[in-house]
């Protein structure tokens, strides 16, 4: 661990196609779809704007920016969510853990057909430090330089072992330093992106997005001409996946067994992939009443999650109390959360608000001649209405708390969470490794009201936590990496900083009609989800057009 070496691997694929691409909205037919993988992107909604300024401040972008514009790295899921190098060749910390440095690829160029260099880098990974407002991926080296054409050496102000997965982040990619130098990065958009992703853009409409495959893809050959990304939502999916209008879509799918599966068991696959993190309900603890622990603990014990999984049919995924997934942590949970499953504990949960101080009156949080009544804000666009309902009943139930529900698109819903104006909201946590999953709490990536945050969108500012995660950084062996990970997980459990309610998967449906080679959850060397850069380039790449 203490001088992480790691040797870059990239799948290759050949057995390249030329035959027309089909019509935008046409029906699906085995000679038109040939060379066109079609993605029904669900979670995104119903239509797009043509802005691949992936580090501008607009919350409003193109969709699959991903495979155009990739990172130094990449996080392996099917390996214990280690970080692995992508465009990098190597990554390599010093014995003090205070300078990494960056072998790259030599075979990188962009889709202009210019080689990437350690300029480009250079320049890329610079943004964040020159223009704090552009720290979308949450960046704590302090400096970076070239070396050589192909060495890039990033310093931090202490030692950083556990901060490689922050090169793995899509919103910290290499760009060409050759365009974006001379661009506004406040307010361009970016509309003929040139990056060293697989695919550039072919056409855009609003409600329909062709990329093309690029012939000198230093990862190889896709197997594909066109990849179509088609807006629909998570209803109308289901049946283009049934005609196979749809090859692949990112949807939740409650009877998918039975509805999907069971109508073609040989091309239909539903697949769940274990992400490490979990769906977290979030408090924001820069204003009262969420600032108190006993209040954020009195709602954590009144979520009846066991309700939640079964309304997504996965009963049995409920989260632990630490945040932390056991089925990829389980040998770093402290041992009296390991397995622990979290019920409704009314009790406690009574107790809990007797000693935040606050009165219930009429549903509405009392103290000291103030009044709070609280909102729950959630992403519409993921269906996430009943879930929401589960959750504001039980505390009418259990507390008597009035919570209103305050359902939003997806785009508007992150500009809400970043620049805090909600309450409580429900959000992904995780990441690779412990110190990943537990990183955004850091002190650091704290805004005010009203500014964007990166991360930390609860506003989570506590000494203690900054010292543990500072420590974590610094450790050399895994030891005390375990030992400090568990001291995070008590503060999680009895400070409250966020409630984990279930694991969270990456839903992957396929129709196989046109596209084979699909990985499954038993045989996985890349998670076969739409919009994971790296992973996704290895699952396109793995494909061959059906026979």
């Known amino acids: 661990m203490r001088t992480s070496r790691i040797a870059a691997t990239a799948a290759l694929a050949t057995a390249a196609l030329a035959l027309a691409a089909c019509t935008p909205g046409a029906a699906t037919n085995t000679v038109a779809r040939a060379d066109t993988l079609v993605y029904g992107k669900s979670d995104g909604g119903t239509t797009y704007v043509r802005n691949y300024n992936v580090l501008g401040p607009a919350t409003e972008k193109a969709p699959n920016a991903e495979l155009i514009y990739e990172p130094l790295a990449r996080i392996d899921y099917a390996n214990g969510a280690v970080v692995e190098p992508w465009l990098a060749q190597s990554l390599q910390f010093d014995e003090a853990g205070t300078a990494l440095t960056i072998e790259l690829r030599s075979d990188v160029t962009f889709s202009d057909g210019e080689a990437m260099d350690a300029d480009d880098v250079v320049y890329s990974l610079s943004l964040p430090l020159e223009r704090p407002e552009l720290n979308l991926a949450g960046v704590t080296y302090e400096a970076v330089s070239k070396i050589d054409d192909d060495t890039v050496q990033v310093d931090f102000a202490e030692p950083s072992f556990a901060a490689l997965n922050q090169f793995a982040s899509s919103s910290l990619p290499v760009v060409p330093e050759h365009i974006w130098r001379d661009q506004d990065l406040m307010s361009w958009t970016n509309p003929d992106p040139v990056g060293t992703g697989p695919f550039t853009v072919d056409a855009f409409a609003a409600q329909q997005v062709t990329l093309k495959a690029r012939d000198d893809y230093w990862g190889g050959q896709m197997p594909m001409t066109y990849l179509k990304v088609l807006a629909t939502n998570a209803e109308a999916v289901k049946a283009q996946l049934l005609r196979g209008d749809v090859d692949w879509a990112p949807a939740s799918w409650a009877g998918a067994e039975e509805e999907f599966v069971a109508q073609n068991p040989e091309t239909n696959l539903y697949q769940l992939y274990a992400t490490g993190g979990a769906y977290s309900m979030m408090y924001n603890t820069a204003q009262p009443p969420f600032d108190n622990a006993d209040l954020r603990r009195a709602l954590a014990l009144s979520i009846p999650r066991s309700d939640i999984t079964a309304t997504l049919n996965r009963p049995g995924t409920e989260a632990g109390p630490t945040g932390l997934v056991d089925q990829i942590y389980a040998d770093w949970i402290a041992p009296e959360y390991r397995g622990v499953v979290q019920e409704v504990d009314a009790a406690a949960a009574q107790a809990a608000l007797a000693a935040s101080g606050f009165t219930v009156v009429d549903g509405a949080l009392e103290k000291d ?58 959000a992904t946590t995780g990441g690779a490794g412990v110190y990943g999953v537990y990183g955004f709490l850091d002190s650091r990536y704290v805004e005010p009201l009203g500014t964007a945050a990166a991360t930390n969108i609860g506003r989570w500012n506590d000494p203690e936590t900054d010292r543990i995660l500072s420590d974590m950084t610094r450790a050399a062996d895994e030891d005390t990496l375990r030992s400090l990970g568990q001291e995070m997980q008590r503060i999680v459990v009895d400070e409250v900083p966020f409630s984990p309610l279930y694991n969270s998967y990456w839903f992957v449906d396929v129709n196989a009609t046109y596209w084979t080679g699909w990985p499954t959850p038993d045989d996985f060397d890349a998670v076969p989800f739409p919009s994971l850069g790296p992973d996704t380039v290895r699952t396109l790449l793995s494909l061959k057009p059906a026979s």
């Open 369 to 426: 001649g103030q009044r709070y009544s609280p909102r729950l804000s959630f992403n519409q666009d993921f269906g996430w209405n009943a879930y929401a309902d589960i959750m504001i009943n039980s505390w009418k139930s259990v507390l008597g708390i009035s919570v209103a529900p305050v359902g939003a698109p997806g785009a508007t819903l992150y500009d809400q969470q970043k620049t805090g104006d909600f309450d409580l909201t429900i």
